[in-house]
């Protein structure tokens, strides 16, 4: 019975979460969402390329509006959507490749991610998929559009006033360093963590230069207790990597330092650098705290494994289950994540 009670009370917090709006000071405005980064944002990019990192086909899509699958790896909505619904700007975040993209849409932003994308390029190259200097182009493109329909002046308004978000690195650890010998033949870990920051500080600041000013990246989750990797490295009993959890820890240090020289070097951005590693992690590790049941698996298939196109079918009660596959959470889960860090570092991009 507690626990029963336990599951009213979350799902009741969850249907508040779900209506919930962040609300912003007077006169301060967010008009526009524009995403980049990998399969964790992508909302249906790779849709258009070819590539095998789709999520286009069931059981993706189980639970998002009339069950479709789009190419979001998840049951539902991603990040990118959530952010975008919870700042009030608009219920979904399209992808800037689908041609059904209306000239309207780009006045409240879109999304340039790329399912298994890395700031690492050779990550993007190994699974033939958008990398982010192919977003960045399609972001020129975009800003050249948007000149078109709002004007130069509404646009540069437009720009500065968006909030700009950047997810990627977990690919380039899990898949590139560790899954393959071709970087750890020339770099330890810690050359390849300044290797990674490296690019993401450059990414940050080719934004700046086009124009963005509100931008947020995402640190690193604690990538050694996603399924697939205990699955792959965390022994008979499956633990979490600590090795891996390390890796990711170290990457997220550097990156802060980082941005923090960036934020020095140009007083006008709002660099946020957003910590999600000690939630996440709490909310692997103590999954009945929030709700949930399975935390070490993920709701398809064996929850072991199976990702993209190894995906066949899924679990019964996905609400059960901290993970949708074995390398991307579900629906839940990011909502009680967005929310969490909107409510953590919004005041940080617009102060």
Not at 168 to 183: E, H, K, M, V
Not at 317 to 329: E, I, R, T
Request: proline share 6%; aromatic share 12%.
């Amino acid at each position: 019975m507690p626990f029963l009670w336990l599951k009213l009370f979350h799902f009741f917090a969850l249907l508040c979460i779900a209506g919930a709006v962040i609300h912003l000071p007077h006169n301060i405005t967010i008009p526009a969402l524009i995403v980049f980064g990998d399969s964790i944002v992508d909302t249906g990019n790779n849709n258009y390329i070819k590539t095998i990192a789709k999520a286009n086909f069931p059981p993706y899509g189980k639970d998002f509006v009339g069950g479709k699958p789009t190419g979001r790896f998840s049951d539902a909505k991603v990040p990118s959507d959530l952010i975008a619904e919870e700042l009030g700007i608009k219920p979904l975040l399209p992808a800037y490749l689908d041609p059904s993209l209306q000239p309207q849409d780009l006045l409240t932003g879109v999304n340039f991610a790329s399912g298994a994308a890395g700031f690492d390029p050779l990550t993007s190259d190994l699974a033939s998929v958008l990398s982010l200097t192919d977003q960045l182009a399609l972001f020129k493109d975009y800003i050249t559009k948007l000149k078109k329909i709002a004007g130069e002046e509404r646009s540069s308004k437009i720009l500065q006033e968006s909030l700009v978000i950047l997810v990627a690195g977990s690919n380039d650890i899990t898949n590139t360093y560790f899954g393959t010998p071709l970087r750890q033949s020339h770099y330890d870990v810690p050359s390849y963590t300044d290797l990674l920051v490296s690019y993401a500080s450059s990414f940050v600041q080719d934004l700046y230069r086009l124009g963005a000013r509100r931008i947020g990246l995402l640190r690193l989750p604690p990538i050694g207790c996603l399924p697939s990797q205990r699955t792959l490295r965390g022994g008979p009993a499956r633990n979490c990597v600590d090795e891996y959890n390390q890796v990711a820890q170290l990457f997220n240090k550097k990156l802060s330092a980082a941005l923090n020289s960036i934020n020095r070097q140009f007083p006008e951005a709002r660099l946020v650098d957003i910590d999600i590693y000690n939630y996440f992690l709490d909310l692997i590790q103590n999954p009945q705290k929030y709700g949930f049941k399975i935390a070490d698996k993920g709701c398809c298939g064996t929850g072991t494994v199976e990702v993209a196109f190894l995906c066949k079918y899924a679990c019964p009660d996905v609400s059960d289950y901290v993970f949708w596959d074995s390398f991307h959470p579900t629906e839940r889960t990011y909502r009680l994540i967005v929310h969490q860090i909107l409510e953590q570092y919004i005041n940080s991009f617009i102060m």
